[in-house]
């Protein structure tokens, strides 16, 4: 158990660290603007990545996928690890065998060493009792940094989203205009925030891919955390509808924490016959917790909304 907590300590810093300053990215496929110093009323501002799929022409409208770590996902030579999602080769290939419709792909970079701050779920955060969130605001994710640098605001990162980033591309971009044509996604903490996203805003998205969805929230397995992240689940899960849901998980490293709290969301799902069309939850064994292991199986779920 010591071990499986050094790793999994290990893995969380590894997956906080980010980039002061945008990168010069590069991609093999499609073009990718970046929109420098993006203001906000809501959060720190940063820069956003716009990609654009081969042939894209004002003359087309195309859906919008809004992605949590943006700086991981397109080209390995600008990330601290150099691994990426392949966001670029993945999508491209995909509209070229025209197993997806041709779609934007928008990365939102996280806020460095607010990351968890600003992706842990803040209402189920809100619930734990105060004892217990001054308790999770004293963890370090490496000696001398606390884990949650700043108090937790999700919310607040969801409005910049909504209210800031989201009217920029539709004012910008050649896109299909309403949450029917609007999906988020994310892996680990960014997993739990787009499920959260979702549930939050269903009329503003129709679907939420969540990859490697960090349902113990810290380090190590909490109970509390995790009733407080799945009690929020089953209580809102009926405002959604229409609405694609995709989870997945390894059991390597990171994942190996996720299997049995992944199953117990399924059970949420099928409990309340949340229509099986409109979910899928995927199992790699072997698969680790890296921008890798999400990279070969992307695809998936982005058939799985895209098609």
Same mark, same amino acid.
């Given at each position: 158990?010591?071990?499986?907590?050094?790793?999994?300590?290990?893995?969380?810093?590894?997956?906080?660290?980010?980039?002061?300053?945008?990168?010069?990215?590069?991609?093999?496929? $499609?073009?990718? /603007?970046?929109?420098?110093?993006?203001?906000?009323?809501?959060?720190? /501002?940063?820069?956003?990545?716009?990609?654009?799929?081969?042939? %894209?022409?004002?003359?087309?409208?195309?859906?919008?996928?809004? #992605?949590?770590?943006?700086? #991981?996902?397109? /080209?390995?030579?600008?990330?601290?690890?150099? !691994? *990426?999602?392949?966001?670029? @080769?993945?999508? +491209?290939?995909?509209? @070229?065998?025209?197993?997806? &419709?041709?779609?934007?792909?928008?990365?939102?970079?996280? +806020?460095? *060493?607010?990351?968890?701050? *600003?992706?842990?779920?803040? !209402?189920?955060? *809100?619930?734990?009792?105060?004892?217990?969130?001054?308790?999770?605001? !004293?963890?370090?994710?490496?000696?001398?940094?606390?884990?949650?640098?700043?108090?937790?605001?999700? =919310?607040?990162?969801?409005?910049?989203?909504?209210?800031?980033?989201?009217?920029?591309?539709?004012?910008?971009?050649?896109?299909?205009?309403?949450?029917?044509?609007?999906?988020?996604? $994310?892996?680990?903490?960014?997993?739990?925030?787009?499920?959260?996203?979702?549930?939050?805003?269903?009329? =503003?998205?129709? $679907?939420?891919?969540?990859?490697?969805?960090?349902?113990?929230?810290?380090?190590?397995?909490?109970?509390?955390?995790?009733?407080?992240?799945?009690?929020?689940?089953?209580?809102?899960?009926?405002?959604?509808?229409?609405?694609?849901?995709?989870?997945? %998980?390894?059991? +390597?490293?990171?994942?190996?924490?996720?299997?049995?709290?992944?199953?117990?969301?399924?059970?949420?799902? @099928?409990?309340?016959?949340?229509?099986?069309?409109?979910?899928?939850?995927?199992?790699? &064994? $072997?698969?680790?917790?890296? @921008?890798?292991?999400?990279?070969?199986?992307?695809?998936?779920?982005?058939?799985? #909304?895209?098609?």
């Amino acid at each position: 158990m010591r071990f499986l907590a050094l790793l999994c300590a290990v893995s969380m810093f590894v997956s906080t660290f980010g980039f002061a300053s945008a990168p010069s990215f590069e991609v093999a496929k $499609g073009k990718l /603007d970046i929109v420098t110093s993006v203001k906000s009323a809501f959060v720190q /501002d940063r820069d956003i990545y716009v990609w654009l799929p081969p042939g %894209y022409s004002s003359s087309k409208k195309y859906d919008v996928l809004y #992605m949590h770590d943006g700086r #991981m996902l397109f /080209d390995a030579n600008q990330t601290w690890n150099k !691994q *990426e999602w392949q966001v670029d @080769e993945v999508v +491209a290939g995909l509209i @070229e065998q025209k197993r997806i &419709r041709p779609i934007i792909v928008v990365g939102i970079p996280n +806020a460095v *060493e607010n990351r968890h701050s *600003e992706y842990f779920p803040q !209402q189920p955060f *809100e619930t734990l009792s105060v004892a217990k969130q001054d308790a999770l605001y !004293q963890i370090e994710k490496h000696p001398g940094s606390k884990l949650f640098s700043a108090k937790v605001y999700s =919310d607040s990162h969801a409005k910049f989203l909504i209210k800031e980033v989201i009217p920029y591309v539709e004012s910008h971009y050649s896109v299909n205009k309403g949450g029917a044509h609007r999906y988020i996604a $994310g892996s680990s903490m960014g997993g739990l925030s787009s499920w959260y996203t979702l549930m939050n805003y269903p009329t =503003d998205f129709a $679907g939420a891919i969540c990859m490697s969805t960090h349902w113990p929230g810290i380090f190590s397995m909490d109970e509390e955390v995790f009733t407080a992240f799945k009690t929020y689940f089953a209580q809102h899960l009926a405002q959604l509808s229409t609405h694609k849901i995709y989870f997945d %998980y390894g059991d +390597a490293t990171l994942d190996a924490m996720y299997p049995l709290l992944q199953k117990q969301i399924d059970e949420i799902l @099928e409990q309340q016959a949340y229509p099986r069309q409109q979910w899928k939850t995927e199992y790699f &064994r $072997g698969e680790n917790h890296s @921008e890798n292991a999400w990279a070969k199986r992307l695809h998936i779920p982005l058939e799985f #909304m895209f098609q």
